[in-house]
């Protein structure tokens, strides 16, 4: 594993416990996953995204939880990297899709192997279990395009519930509305019908997931 002050390679899953160790963030806690639209976000729904997030971030710090997302200077990892001041924020990052993606300068950020976005779903998916060490953990879905159903279903494979926050675009309306029964897309049937998902809105998200990241 080679590592800098903010970056951690590694090249296996048994390495994430260590990378997250020797960039400083405290395992053992609450961990928040948070997944969704990236760089197809319109300006208006990041925006809307900013505001819901907002609400939610005295819950998260209350909780001395930790986010995990994809870690790049975008759509709701910009926005949560924007309003997060002082939570720790991990980025799981696949290195050989950066490019000339900027990284997200709030973030630490956990480089794994990988050629194309989407790569990092399964590290990041197993990088909150690691993190949380046997605290709860909860996956929001916000807004989001086809990389979003790839890691709904890896949090979905880890046990792990996934809140979706409905009227934020996209993937989370689509799985919204499969779970009303008005969606022929068969990932969003899939992730809608898990037990382990559950369809919210603006009104309720921050209990949801403040009581997914409470001890059970």
Sequence with gaps: MDTDDRIARVD?????????????VRRGRPVLALVGGAGGMSPAESERVR?????????????????????????????????ADGLPL??????????DTALEPHHVHVFV???AWGDESPWLAKAVSVLADGSPSVTLLVNGGD?????????????????VLADTGRTADAIAAAAGG?????????????GLTRVVTAEDFVAVVESALDPR
């Design 12 to 24: 296996d899953v048994a390495e994430l416990a260590a990378a997250l160790d020797r960039l400083g």
């Design 51 to 83: 505001d819901l997030l907002r609400e939610l971030l005295p819950a998260l710090a209350a909780r001395g939880a930790a986010v995990v997302d994809g870690g790049t200077d975008v759509g709701v990892m910009r926005v949560i990297g924007d309003l």
């Design 90 to 99: 991990v980025g799981v990052v696949a290195e050989g899709a950066l490019g």
């Design 113 to 115: 192997p990988g050629e």
């Design 147 to 163: 990389i979003t159903y790839t890691d709904a279903a890896h949090s979905i494979e880890h046990g792990r519930p996934v809140v």
């Design 182 to 194: 008005v969606s022929s897309d068969h990932r969003a049937v899939a992730i809608a019908g898990s």
